[in-house]
Antibody
Framework: EVQLVESGGGLVQPGGSLRLSCAAS????????MNWVRQAPGKGLEWISH????????YYAHTVKGRFTISRDNARNSLYLQMNSLRDEDTAVYYC??????????????????WGQGTTVTVSS | DIQMTQSPSSLSASVGDRITITCRAG??????LNWYQHQPGKAPKLLIY???NLQTGVPSRFSGSGSGTDFTLIIRSLQPEDFATYYC?????????FGGGTKVEIK
């Protein structure tokens, strides 16, 4: 079964740090780009970071750039998100998600087709 | 970043209704548009990729259309399990932006 399982969430004070993990199983992790997406309480989904297969390219949303670092360990089938300088507004459920290339005659469409159940991060004093 | 605007932000409907959700991009994104369903406490679910391609396993009552800047998600004959929040997301840019979401509630 294709599966993503996040862990590492919890309560942290403003200015603190936290490291999230995402364990992949049931597919060849090293063959897919991966993402982190979050949902703050009462808000919509927000994409926050993307990492290519071999970590050759990494992208961040402006809201987290310079504070969060995405990484992956293909040997351990794991994705990570190091979160530093946390703010109240980082409180959210954090999801990891796989990017899948759907091939069509003209090329490919990329979409997040497998998601974890999420891990909750609460930033509060 | 590309702005994605969904409407309506919420709607009330009954089982069996046909509903339409629209998504407008701030610039042309061709057909690089995906739709997701999200229910409370669950993982988001991919419904449609490339504006109109149904993801494997998604019921055929869901359909998507559009290109350029204007896109539509239609659910024919709404079922109890369809009450959820729906999001569009552009995949044209590397920082693909989500729309604000459309919450579909039971009337």
């Amino acid at each position: 079964e294709v599966q993503l399982v996040e862990s590492g969430g919890g309560l942290v004070q403003p200015g603190g740090s936290l490291r999230l993990s995402c364990a992949a199983s049931g597919f060849t992790f090293s063959s897919y780009s991966m993402n982190w997406v979050r949902q703050a309480p009462g808000k919509g989904l927000e994409w926050i970071s993307h990492i290519f297969i071999s970590s050759s390219a990494i992208y961040y949303a402006h809201t987290v750039k310079g504070r969060f670092t995405i990484s992956r360990d293909n040997a351990r089938n794991s994705l990570y998100l190091q979160m530093n300088s946390l703010r109240d507004e980082d409180t959210a459920v954090y999801y990891c998600a796989r990017t899948y290339p759907f091939k069509v005659p003209s090329g490919a469409y990329y979409a997040m087709d497998v998601w974890g159940q999420g891990t909750t991060v609460t930033v509060s004093s | 970043d590309i702005q994605m605007t969904q409407s309506p932000s919420s709607l009330s409907a009954s089982v069996g209704d046909r509903i339409t959700i629209t998504c407008r991009a701030g610039q042309s994104i061709s057909t690089y548009l995906n739709w997701y369903q999200h229910q409370p406490g669950k993982a988001p679910k991919l419904l449609i990729y490339g504006a109109s391609n149904l993801q494997t396993g998604v019921p055929s009552r869901f359909s998507g259309s559009g290109s350029g800047t204007d896109f539509t998600l239609i659910i024919r004959s709404l079922q109890p399990e369809d009450f959820a929040t729906y999001y569009c997301r552009e995949s044209y840019s590397t920082r693909g932006t989500f729309g604000g979401g459309t919450k579909v509630e039971i009337k």
